[in-house]
């Protein structure tokens, strides 16, 4: 018991995304993941060793950086990525038509001696919220009079949570399985010496209600998508035979 408690070790990452308004229905974003490690391993082979890796084979160091460009062209942003850690480099730009969204796709490294079992995804810190950007040239975002326009006529200073989670959404990919609520259950694995690929999305919804509101927008905005744990546990999960 002792000794497995010694190697059993819950490997966290949390990510937290902050959309910034450039212009008209536009905004970029910025991202920081983090993966926090801590347990008291016993002496013997079995190790662990998990974190983020930008070219699927080695994990990145904990304290120098490589960069990682967002997928999509134009202005997509540029990412820095420790073994633990990712912050926003260079930012990209989302806009509230059909198909905007921004991606960085990464991978996460088992590099240990045990398996490493997916044991949650956690999308309870998302909270989307909008708010004005400091450099914005007005303070106006929402309402109907002058919507779409520079004019502050009668709109409003703020968007309400409510009208802002509707716009914007994040997602995660983890192998092949794709996260944007927290789910009832997971299941996956990375075996030693093995991957996980990674995509982290933030898009525009294109819903109808998303719509609705980018229709009354009125300058910049910034929009704080919250954040995301993911844990990763070497107790395999009851009922897998492993």
Same mark, same amino acid.
């Given at each position: %018991?002792?000794?497995? *408690?010694?190697?059993? %070790?819950? @490997?966290?990452? /949390?990510?937290?995304? @902050?959309?910034?308004?450039?212009?008209?229905?536009?905004?970029?974003?910025?991202?920081?993941?983090?993966?926090?490690?801590?347990?008291?391993?016993?002496?013997?082979?079995?190790?662990?060793?998990? =974190?983020?890796?930008?070219? $699927? &084979?080695?994990?990145?160091?904990?304290?120098?950086?490589?960069?990682? *460009?967002?997928?999509?062209?134009?202005?997509?942003?540029?990412?820095?990525?420790?073994?633990?850690?990712?912050?926003?480099?260079? *930012?990209?730009?989302?806009?509230?038509?059909?198909?905007?969204?921004?991606?960085?796709?990464? +991978?996460?490294?088992?590099?240990?001696?045990?398996? /490493?079992?997916?044991?949650?995804? !956690?999308?309870?810190?998302?909270?989307?919220?909008?708010?004005?950007?400091?450099?914005? &040239?007005? &303070?106006?975002?929402?309402?109907? /009079?002058? #919507? $779409?326009?520079?004019?502050?006529?009668? *709109?409003?200073?703020?968007?309400?949570?409510?009208?802002? /989670?509707? %716009?914007?959404?994040?997602?995660?990919?983890?192998?092949?399985?794709?996260?944007?609520?927290?789910?009832?259950?997971?299941?996956? +694995?990375? @075996?030693?010496? =093995? +991957? #996980?690929?990674?995509?982290?999305?933030?898009?525009?919804?294109?819903? @109808? !209600?998303?719509?609705?509101?980018?229709?009354?927008? !009125? $300058? !910049?905005?910034?929009?704080?998508?919250?954040?995301?744990?993911?844990?990763? &546990?070497?107790?395999?999960?009851?009922?897998? =035979? #492993?």
């Amino acid at each position: %018991m002792e000794k497995n *408690n010694g190697v059993r %070790m819950l @490997a966290a990452f /949390a990510l937290v995304v @902050a959309v910034a308004g450039l212009s008209l229905g536009f905004a970029a974003f910025s991202t920081s993941l983090k993966i926090d490690t801590a347990a008291n391993v016993t002496t013997g082979t079995n190790n662990w060793n998990v =974190g983020f890796s930008t070219d $699927g &084979t080695t994990i990145e160091n904990p304290t120098t950086a490589r960069t990682v *460009n967002a997928k999509e062209t134009g202005n997509p942003g540029i990412i820095d990525v420790k073994k633990y850690t990712i912050s926003q480099n260079t *930012n990209a730009t989302l806009s509230t038509e059909t198909g905007s969204s921004v991606s960085y796709d990464l +991978s996460i490294l088992n590099k240990g001696s045990v398996t /490493a079992y997916l044991d949650s995804v !956690d999308f309870d810190g998302v909270t989307v919220t909008c708010t004005n950007p400091s450099t914005s &040239t007005t &303070t106006v975002i929402e309402g109907t /009079a002058d #919507a $779409g326009t520079s004019v502050i006529g009668g *709109n409003t200073t703020t968007i309400s949570d409510a009208d802002c /989670a509707k %716009m914007f959404g994040v997602s995660l990919e983890i192998a092949g399985t794709t996260y944007t609520s927290t789910p009832a259950s997971v299941s996956g +694995s990375i @075996a030693a010496n =093995g +991957s #996980a690929a990674v995509t982290l999305t933030v898009s525009y919804l294109d819903t @109808a !209600d998303a719509r609705a509101v980018a229709a009354t927008l !009125d $300058g !910049d905005i910034i929009v704080n998508i919250g954040s995301i744990s993911v844990v990763y &546990t070497s107790t395999a999960p009851a009922g897998s =035979g #492993a």
